[in-house]
């Protein structure tokens, strides 16, 4: 099993700032990565997709990058609507694997 | 638009069966794979289940291999799940997703039902 590892656990950012997340993977999932946003008490929604690409609908200010095992989601001018959990997940080999997330709360 | 919703959850005690079902509507339900995904409360999300577009290819999380059963019926664009045997570490909210792609399966999850809370507890 690929396990995926996140950090910061909690990353404590103030609105207008970066915020930069990272994931790792056990072994390589090419671009075989996804990040997905969570706010409490909704269902995760794809934010990216083959590490790099925005889904439907996100805005420009997230972007992720990252081949292999090394992975980051950047938000670049935190607004009030993405503080929220993140959590990546791959989808290179069985089982998919979610990391444990991570919050970006304010600051 | 693309809609999931699922129903079923509820309070069983360990050891008893449950059936959860996910109504799929906005899109061509038999070309999609499906899948479960679990949450337990305040952890991460881990996937469960997928069964392809035609139903014959079935994937399980060691979890809950041979104690749950993925399902469908595209004649009622319905997804389900039963799950047996079921324990307290089952407890959970359990979420159908659909694949991204067309006539494949293990691709990224672009739709998500509300979730359905299943607790197991005596």
């Known amino acids: 099993e690929i396990v995926m590892t996140q950090s910061p656990v909690t990353l404590s950012v103030s609105p207008g700032e970066r915020a930069t997340l990272s994931c790792r993977a056990s072994q390589s999932v090419g671009t075989n990565l996804a990040w997905y946003q969570q706010k409490p008490g909704q269902a995760p929604r794809l934010f990216i997709y083959?590490?790099?690409t925005r889904a439907t609908g996100i805005p420009a200010r997230f972007s992720g990058s990252g081949s292999g095992t090394e992975f980051t989601l950047t938000i670049s001018s935190l607004q009030s609507e993405d503080f929220a959990i993140y959590y990546c997940q791959q989808y290179n080999d069985w089982p998919l694997t979610f990391g444990g997330g991570t919050k970006v709360e304010i600051k | 638009q693309v809609q999931l919703v699922e129903s079923g959850g509820g309070v069983v005690q360990p050891g008893r069966s449950l059936r959860l079902s996910c109504a799929a509507s906005g899109f061509t339900f038999n070309t999609y794979a499906m899948y479960w995904v679990r949450q337990a409360p305040g952890k991460g999300l881990e996937w469960v289940a997928v069964i392809s577009y035609h139903g014959t290819i079935k994937k399980y999380a060691d979890s809950v291999e041979g104690r749950f059963t993925i399902s469908r019926d595209n004649s009622k664009n319905t997804l389900y799940l039963q799950m047996n045997s079921l324990r307290a570490d089952d407890t959970a909210v359990y979420y159908c997703?659909?694949?991204?792609?067309?006539?494949?399966?293990?691709?990224?999850?672009?739709?998500w039902g509300q979730g359905t809370l299943v607790t197991v507890s005596s």
């Open positions: 997703a659909r694949d991204q792609r067309e006539y494949s399966y293990g691709y990224p999850l672009p739709f």
């Open positions: 083959s590490a790099s």
